[in-house]
């Protein structure tokens, strides 16, 4: 399989993302949604080299503000976040129902998606939830004013959208996070009632930094992967 990655540039309100495919030449089955802080679509390089010797091609790109899409953070929101997710999904022409992969800030962004495509796997890692007062403020001291307010995630609409969804959850948790309340993470679960299945996959001794944490424990990493691959297939 070659491992060469396909570049896309997505035009997004006068920005360009910059996003790519692996293995090139492929219909990317999965879309890969990196957190916020000091990622990019990089955090999902080995991942995705895995996924692809087991015949699944992926999508990933840098929102605005990160890695190669540049820009600066407080030119998007959350709100923003998922319009250059849905932005990507058509122009690189994802497989539906969608399979997509979120870690951290971008669960919320996983979730919101469900709205507005056909999802059959959600993979939330580390998932964070936002109450709906944050969704459209720009990024920044007034963003972090409202979500810093303690509990705020609990007027999130994440929980209605997850009632309605009917897909595989698949929530992978970080047992040493100190950045997503465990009762984050159990309402998340607690909320999809409907999906055909659900499941918490607890990763012992793992920071918030799940993905980086994976990289540099291989074996964990080949727990998730097989777990992963058993939700999608």
């Not at 396909?6 to 990317?28: H, N, R, T």
């Not at 999802?119 to 939330?124: D, F, R, S, T």
């Not at 897909?167 to 996070?177: Q, R």
């Not at 409907?194 to 074996?219: G, V």
């Amino acid at each position: 399989i070659s491992m060469e990655k396909e570049k896309i540039i997505v035009p997004f309100e006068g920005k360009k993302i910059i996003a790519d495919i692996l293995p090139k030449g492929s219909q990317p089955e999965i879309l890969l949604l990196h957190g916020a802080g000091i990622s990019n679509r990089q955090v999902f390089n080995k991942l995705r080299e895995l996924l692809a010797e087991k015949g699944i091609a992926s999508c990933a790109f840098d929102f605005v503000g990160y890695g190669e899409t540049g820009g600066f953070v407080q030119e998007s929101s959350l709100e923003s976040r998922t319009k250059q997710a849905s932005a990507v999904i058509e122009a690189c022409n994802l497989k539906k129902p969608l399979i997509i992969r979120a870690g951290s800030m971008a669960g919320y962004n996983a979730i919101k998606l469900t709205e507005l495509f056909p999802v059959k796997n959600l993979i939330l890692s580390a998932p964070a939830v936002y109450t709906k007062d944050a969704y459209s403020v720009n990024f920044g001291e007034e963003f972090s004013a409202i979500i810093r307010k303690p509990e705020s995630w609990r007027a999130s609409d994440a929980w209605d959208i997850l009632h309605k969804f009917t897909g595989d959850l698949l929530i992978i948790s970080a047992e040493k996070d100190t950045f997503i309340p465990k009762d984050v993470i159990q309402m998340i679960y607690d909320s999809s009632v409907n999906a055909s299945s659900r499941e918490i996959m607890t990763i012992p001794n793992a920071p918030h930094q799940l993905a980086t944490f994976l990289q540099e424990n291989p074996k964990q990493f080949e727990l998730v992967i097989e777990k992963v691959m058993s939700v999608i297939k």
